[in-house]
């Protein structure tokens, strides 16, 4: 995998947006108007900036896959990360969800063990080369990373058809919470020797 430079944003929000149209999560927070195909982009530039700040942002080799990392432990309340959020609120979330998505992220908080974490936040191929193995190579190397960060991997899926995929990588469910949708909390150790 190919750490991505900022030059590598518009790739990582175009593979991220193509993958993550249909998704019930990232669906469930972007206001659904005439302009919701944006706001999923604008959605995705938000994620690429803040882990751009406070994580890591990998492409696959071949670059039709795009992962986003976060460091819980990391992020910090700057100017800039302020700005992200506001910009986010009014291009992806719109005003009226903003109760629902704080919430939402509220709950998700308070689920998620207060540990070092290695926090994949999305991971996408571009729809274009699903099922070609591209994803389960980038995800092998996520691991790999993580493993030897000696961090565990969080993450949260919506995608029913992932739950088996992840577990072949090893992760096991440690919660479900019921929104409008079902939300899946996943958990990867890491090898502790």
């Given at each position: 995998?190919?750490?991505?430079?900022y030059s590598d944003k518009k790739l990582a929000v175009d593979i991220l947006a193509k993958s993550f149209d249909a998704n019930q999560s990232v669906n469930y927070i972007?206001?659904?108007?005439?302009?919701?195909?944006?706001?999923?982009?604008?959605?995705?530039?938000?994620?690429?900036e803040v882990c751009y700040l406070f994580g890591d942002v990998f492409l696959s080799d071949d670059k039709k896959a795009c992962a986003l990392i976060t460091y819980p432990d990391k992020k910090k309340t700057t100017l800039k990360s302020i700005l992200l959020d506001v910009k986010l609120i009014l291009s992806a979330v719109g005003l009226k969800n903003i109760k629902k998505?704080?919430?939402r992220e509220a709950m998700i908080n308070k689920i998620q063990p207060n540990e070092l974490k290695y926090y994949l936040w999305f991971i996408g191929v571009d729809p274009e080369y699903q099922n070609?193995?591209?994803?389960?190579?980038?995800?092998?190397?996520?691991?790999?990373?993580?493993?030897h960060k000696k961090r565990p991997i969080y993450l949260e899926t919506s995608t029913l058809k992932n739950?088996?995929?992840?577990?072949?990588?090893?992760?096991q469910i440690y919660h479900e919470l019921d929104l409008s949708y079902k939300l899946f909390f996943l958990k990867r150790e890491f090898d502790k020797r």
């Open positions: 995998m190919i750490k991505a430079q972007v206001e659904q108007d005439k302009k919701r195909i944006q706001r999923v982009r604008s959605l995705m530039d938000y994620s690429f998505t704080l919430a070609e193995g591209i994803g389960s190579i980038l995800l092998d190397e996520i691991i790999e990373d993580s493993e739950l088996p995929w992840y577990k072949k990588f090893g992760f």
